[in-house]
């Protein structure tokens, strides 16, 4: 079997002498092992770090094989982020996140879409955290798991959404929310105001939202913790006081 991808680097794990396990995601065939040979050489080394795109080409005698990737370097998404290290710690995070949640060879071109157009802000945009914490609730709702902040969820509201259910992921307003505010999960107005600005508290707050959602359905479930990567970008942004201090440890 043969095919040829355009794909995203999410991990390159060492294999043997001199060889590597290389795990993309790609347009088309979803998220999809393969054998590097002689991954140490310097010519090979641009494509296996974390965000570099890649024109790939996976070939095996059986489908469901490790199989072996010939690859093309097109952009190495780490080379133009080497100096702000909190970028760098956006592309470890987003790698790892992907590489720890997706079914494995499963089509989901929407995923590599927005991941692709994530990768285009972390290296162009100067204000890309936003972008980061919406990233990770397009890809909840894409693994099933959306959240609705859309209205409130007791009076159908549009206006003043100002927190979430942990035990729901909908959105109520600030009136309907004060009295439950210890046991409720921050909903910070940039997710909510098209095109408002965000504080670093309120990206911390938004972290702290999509991070308590991927722990529930997808990391818990599996028994697993969060990746590493994602945690050391989350102390980035300490989220500001805004209710759901202890939403996660009470629900």
């Not at 993309?24 to 991954?39: E, Q, S």
């Not at 093309?72 to 470890?92: N, W």
């Not at 790892?96 to 997706?102: G, S």
């Amino acid at each position: 079997m043969e095919w040829s991808d355009d794909g995203i680097v999410l991990a390159a794990r060492p294999h043997g002498e001199g060889s590597a396990v290389l795990s993309l995601l790609t347009r088309v065939h979803g998220r999809h092992p393969g054998l590097v040979r002689g991954a140490s050489g310097g010519l090979r080394r641009g494509f296996l770090q974390p965000g570099a795109t890649v024109s790939a080409c996976w070939r095996s005698r059986l489908a469901d094989a490790l199989g072996s990737y010939t690859c093309e370097l097109k952009t190495a998404v780490s080379a133009t982020v080497l100096a702000d290290r909190a970028r760098l710690d956006a592309l470890a995070a987003a790698c790892a996140v992907l590489e720890t949640t997706l079914p494995e060879r499963e089509p989901m071109s929407a995923v590599f879409l927005t991941a692709e157009s994530l990768l285009a802000v972390l290296a162009l945009a100067e204000s890309w955290a936003a972008d980061y914490v919406r990233w990770e609730l397009a890809l909840l709702a894409e693994l099933g798991y959306g959240l609705d902040l859309t209205q409130c969820a007791v009076t159908g509201a549009t206006a003043d959404l100002a927190y979430v259910s942990p035990r729901t992921g909908r959105a109520v307003t600030r009136a309907v929310g004060a009295p439950y505010r210890p046991k409720l999960l921050a909903l910070p107005p940039f997710l909510t105001a098209s095109g408002a600005a965000a504080t670093a508290a309120e990206i911390g707050q938004g972290m702290a939202l999509a991070g308590y959602f991927l722990e529930r359905y997808v990391y818990g479930v599996r028994h697993q913790g969060v990746p590493a990567a994602r945690r050391r970008l989350a102390e980035r942004f300490p989220a500001a006081d805004g209710g759901g201090a202890n939403a996660a440890s009470e629900e």
